[in-house]
């Protein structure tokens, strides 16, 4: 069966490093890719989308790459800051057109 | 900016009630979501409605229902409220498939059910 897998353990770093979270899935071949960042008790805001034809994608300091031979991406945030914390959710495109289905997030918290 | 506003922030209710959920969207999108939220299982679809009047059940749909007469307007409705649907609800809403498929979301809201 399809599976989403995103590391459950909260990622503790400290200010100013790089932060990557890791998304892994399996019985899959979806042509993009989607990364979303929740606050507590809010909803999901839509980060980045990247296609199965490109490796990489850049905004600001977010970089996520597309393996889709690993079947696997990586979300990365640079020179992270204590507002970065959050929990940060990958998606894939499911079945019916516009279904998207969500791995489990995976919580960053940046420390000074 | 894509405003999708669900009418309340937090709601408690009794066992065996009626619960009406309501979603608006202001940016004319076809496509409208219900999904609930719960530590540990992520984000599971309830719910979607492609158009005024359509709708598919998603992967949990038992014990909800959904209601889409206008097409800013997707209702979720449970039946007869449990304490297992104690959980936070998120709508959302999409313009279009593939690459233009970004899901907008409300604020949630957390209905707790005695």
């Known amino acids: 069966s399809q599976k989403i897998e995103q590391n459950s353990e909260a990622l503790n770093i400290q200010e100013g490093k790089t932060a990557t979270l890791t998304c892994n899935y399996t019985?899959?071949?979806?042509?993009?890719l989607q990364w979303y960042r929740q606050d507590p008790g809010r909803g999901p805001v839509f980060l980045l989308l990247i296609r199965e034809n490109e490796k990489e994608k850049r905004k600001e300091r977010l970089k996520v790459t597309f393996d889709t031979t690993l079947k696997q991406s990586l979300f990365h945030i640079t020179a992270s800051q204590p507002a970065d914390s959050a929990t940060y959710l990958c998606a894939l495109p499911t079945g019916t057109a516009s279904k998207l289905t969500f791995g489990t997030g995976t919580r960053l918290q940046v420390t000074l | 900016d894509v405003k999708v506003t669900q009418s309340s922030r937090y709601l408690v209710k009794r066992t065996g009630e009626k619960v009406f959920l309501e979603c608006v969207q202001d940016?004319?999108?076809?496509?409208m979501f219900w999904y609930r939220q719960d530590p540990g299982l992520g984000l599971r679809l309830i719910y979607f409605s492609y158009d005024v009047k359509m709708k598919e059940k998603g992967d949990i749909p038992e014990g909800y229902s959904v209601s889409r007469e206008k097409k800013e307007r997707f209702s979720l409705i449970l039946e007869s409220a449990s304490t297992n649907q104690t959980s936070m609800y998120l709508c959302?809403?999409?313009?279009?498939?593939?690459?233009?498929?970004?899901?907008?979301f409300g604020a949630g809201t957390r209905l707790s059910v005695l």
């Open positions: 959302a809403s999409t313009l279009g498939v593939g690459t233009k498929n970004i899901q907008y």
């Open positions: 940016m004319d999108h076809e496509n």
């Open positions: 019985n899959y071949s979806p042509a993009y």
